[in-house]
């Protein structure tokens, strides 16, 4: 066969990690690494949760590099330790970015994180960038690298292009699909 169906979100993610000089890498070896230089290795379809998508997975490895700063893109797994909770307010900035970043598209609850975090995220209010945990302060840091950064115009494309497919998608969903959580901006 010539011809295969993608997902739509699934393509205009992988093409955001492209323009950054990204590799995506299946495996059913990991759930998700960074090599420390050009690949992000991602759990095969196989493995993912019900309401994981590859995008959603990109999406939230974006959010990692933004947190943790031009620094640590050559570091495996950003510098992070993921066999630990040593990094747990890393990781809940990350989701206030992924929030923040979502938000002005109607996206969070479509590309909600699905980690053992997910409480954390769900009960951020509406504006993910404030509050007085921890996380606030690098969270910030990372969402300014996402809105003026070298990557912003990227970022930027992959979520309006999302939310487009959103809205073309949201009112044929059943109401337990991710594409029914879309909030109309």
Not at 16 to 41: M, P
Not at 68 to 95: F, I
Not at 115 to 142: H, I, K, N, S, W
């Amino acid at each position: 066969m010539a011809r295969v169906y993608r997902d739509p979100v699934d393509l205009i993610w992988l093409g955001a990690a492209g323009r950054l000089g990204w590799r995506v890498v299946r495996s059913h070896e990991c759930y998700a690494a960074w090599d420390g230089r050009d690949t992000l290795i991602l759990s095969d379809a196989a493995d993912f949760d019900p309401d994981d998508s590859l995008a959603q997975m990109i999406l939230h490895e974006i959010c990692h590099a933004l947190v943790e700063g031009p620094d640590k893109l050559g570091e495996v797994d950003w510098g992070l330790d993921n066999t630990s909770d040593a990094d747990a307010v890393r990781e809940y900035a990350c989701h206030r970015v992924q929030a923040a970043l979502c938000d002005p598209h109607g996206l969070r609850q479509v590309l909600a994180p699905t980690t053992d975090f997910r409480p954390y995220y769900e009960a951020l209010g509406p504006d993910a960038l404030a509050g007085d945990d921890a996380a606030v302060g690098p969270a910030r840091e990372g969402y300014q690298r996402a809105v003026a950064g070298p990557w912003a115009e990227i970022i930027s494309d992959a979520l309006r292009a999302t939310a487009a497919v959103a809205r073309a998608v949201a009112p044929y969903a059943s109401p337990h699909s991710l594409w029914a959580r879309w909030e109309a901006r």
